[in-house]
Structure formats: structure tokens, C-alpha cells
């Protein structure tokens, strides 16, 4: 039996389905503390237990995105703030390379943010 999760990649149509599967990859390989998870109804992405990032598509366009839940603290040319006062996103084309490099790089920032304690994370006993 699937999970929710594994479903609501399997519901999206190509080339977006094969575009979030690979980025799941990406983020999911990044650190062995992010943890994968359904929240709000789209995969989110954890860092010891703090939401740290999600898989979404743009209305719009379908485009596939990540979007950065602290990227307000994150200055990087490929990082969109639109009207969201404190998450940024990065969209992709799925009909181009994925930019791994970039992608990590934007990772890297974020989760220094909770590394260096600018953004608290629950302290385990």
C-alpha cells in the first residue's frame, strides 16, 4: 500500500513527477538529519524536526519549486521571494538540467541557519 506521500508524486504528470522525484533525491541525500514527511498536504522536508524545506508546483506555469521556509535570511540570485514575507523559492524547468550545484549551495545556506542556531531547533535529550 502506498502512503499519502509516495501518492502525491505518483498523481503529478511528466516531466513535473520525474523534475520532484529527483529533487526529493537532492534534499533527501543532502544531510542524513532531513527527514521527509507530508505537511499542509505537499511533501516537506525536516531538519531535526524543523520544518526546513518543501516540493511544490507553481499555479501558473506547473513549474516544479522548492521552496525555502527560512529563505528570508538567504541571499542567493536564484532565490524568489515574491509575497511570501519568509519563504523563498527556487523554480525549475523540467525540460532543462537541474541545477544540483546551485541546489545544494542554496541547501548549504539554509541549513547553516539552524546549524549556527539563528534558527532554534528543539534540543533532544
Not at 50 to 75: A, S
Request: charged residues 30%.
Amino acid at each position: 500500500m502506498l502512503s499519502e506521500l509516495d501518492n502525491f508524486y505518483l498523481k503529478k504528470v511528466e516531466p513535473a513527477k520525474s523534475c520532484l522525484l529527483v529533487l526529493r533525491d537532492i534534499i533527501t541525500s543532502y544531510d542524513k538529519d532531513i527527514t521527509h514527511t507530508l505537511k499542509y498536504g505537499m511533501p516537506f522536508f525536516c531538519y531535526k524536526g524543523k520544518m526546513f524545506c518543501y516540493l511544490w508546483t507553481q499555479k501558473k506555469t506547473g513549474l516544479p519549486y522548492i521552496g525555502i521556509v527560512e529563505g528570508k535570511h538567504i541571499n542567493h540570485k536564484e532565490l524568489i521571494q515574491e509575497k511570501r514575507s519568509r519563504m523563498k523559492i527556487i523554480l525549475f524547468d523540467p525540460a532543462e538540467d537541474i541545477p544540483v550545484k546551485t541546489i545544494r549551495t542554496i541547501l548549504k545556506q539554509a541549513l547553516d541557519l539552524y546549524k549556527s542556531g539563528k534558527i532554534k531547533i528543539k534540543q533532544t535529550q
